[in-house]
């Protein structure tokens, strides 16, 4: 099934009990149901396929992000301890960051303000206004 959000088209469909729900990157209708036939046999062929559009961020990157959306807004600059985080888990993938590496209680801020940020950028996709 394909529907429409804003102006743009989407895929939504449930394959194997898995529900996918996923931009078509398109405003023409012909084009989005063609679209939505090919990326259907593209799951269906190799079910791998869900999960190749999800990106791994790093750490680095969020903390890029986050230095370019939020900081400008807070009062204080970025202090040691955030900087301390940035050269300690550097490159690694967040989703590869275990609970027990973190002492949780000086990362709060950040952390929080990254939960913060991956929501922001939710929010300017389904507006259309996301910057990568």
Known sequence: MIFKRQKIWWLEKTIDGRRIRESLSTTSKRDAQKLAEIRIAEILEHPSAVEKKKKNYTFAALYALWEDRVLPFRKSPANSQEKFWLDHFGDRPVVE????????GPLNTI??????????????????????
């Open 111 to 132: 952390l929080m303000a990254m939960l913060g940020m991956s929501g922001l950028r939710s929010f300017e996709k389904s507006k259309g206004v996301a910057r990568d």
């Open 97 to 104: 960051i275990r609970r027990d590496e973190i002492d949780i």
